[in-house]
């Protein structure tokens, strides 16, 4: 007996999110269209693209794709948009506002986030990462990560901001476990630190589309650059599988590139 789509999609171990993605889309494509040919495809594809964002358009094509495997049709697949690269980094916080942003939280007291940014800023880690540090990893000044290869990454805790944490540990008595806790003494969400962030950049002043916490590791990366251009050992510290991954940091902010137009631009 032949078995749903639905149950095709469980099989592929798919989140609940995606399978309920690719359901709607093959309920809306069949809302439009009686029977699956080339030309029905591309019309469809057609709607998408005048009505959607590139991204989205691209699931919905995934979606359809997924679908016509299911059909044993895979000849009629549809090719993904291709997006279209920009030349400059977007959305990333500046050096200035970074060094704000820290001494207006350690002014006001709020060590706990000025730690946060710190962390991530100073070892270019992922918000993911930044979670699972524990006051042991920076007793000893790195973190070891394995991926599910097997694949050792090695995230370095500086010197500066080793001496500056353990301190706050003594102060506040934190003598192990996960650095980052939530009120209940949890481990911090995600979600709590990006809330958060953006709720503290805003008093600030700061403009809240820098505020993010993916913003500060792409900071490291242009620091780090700034200072030391090697670009083989910066993709190997933020954990890229591909040195191509990382050359987006040799491009400057979209802000960089307009003072440096309005510098040297004379004629």
Known sequence: MAFSFEEYLKKKNLSQNTIKSYLFTVKQYQSKYLIINKKNLQTYKTFLVENYKIKTVNLRIQAINSYLKYLKKETLRLPLLKLQQKNFLENVISEADYEYFKKCLKNNKEMYWYFVIRFITATGARISELIQFKVEHVKIGYFDLYSKGGKLRRIYIPQKLQEEALKWFEQNNITEGFIFKN???????????????????????LNPKVIYPHSFRHRFAKSFLDRFNDISLLADLMGHESIETTRIYLRRTSTEQQEIVNKIIDW
């Not at 009120?183 to 002043?205: D, P, Q, W």
């Open 183 to 205: 009120k209940y003494g949890n481990k911090i969400t995600a979600r709590g630190i990006s809330g958060e962030l953006k709720k503290l950049g805003i008093k600030y002043g």
